[in-house]
């Protein structure tokens, strides 16, 4: 059952381009790595967000994912880096677009 990972990040004013630089050299390291399907990062249009920030990212299984962050290669690239809370989630429902005949569950 492929897992998503979401992974906000609290990047203090002024660390922007180098959060963003950081994102495209740990992106380009994770797509090559077993088990990484997509990842997506968007940034927060509400003042005052508490995360600039947010990586969503898909995987073909919990077990692949936790591989990756528990190699050497991933510490060394991720060293250093602001401030993130990263957690696996799985999808338990989804609301397709209205007039869609898709299923809303996720498991059916």
Do not use: C, K
Not at 39 to 47: D, F, I, K, N, Q
Not at 71 to 91: D, I, K, N, Q, W
């Amino acid at each position: 059952m492929n897992v998503i990972l979401i992974n906000p990040f609290e990047v203090p004013e002024g660390r922007e381009a180098e959060t963003l630089a950081q994102w495209d050299r740990v992106a380009e390291y994770m797509r090559r790595q077993p088990g990484f399907i997509a990842t997506r990062l968007h940034r927060a249009v509400s003042p005052g967000a508490r995360f600039h920030f947010v990586n969503v990212a898909e995987w073909a299984s919990a077990e692949a994912f936790q591989a990756v962050i528990a190699s050497e290669a991933f510490r060394r690239l991720t060293a250093g880096t602001v401030p993130h809370f990263p957690a696996l989630y799985e999808v338990v429902r989804d609301l397709p677009p209205a007039g869609s005949d898709e299923g809303g569950d996720a498991g059916a």
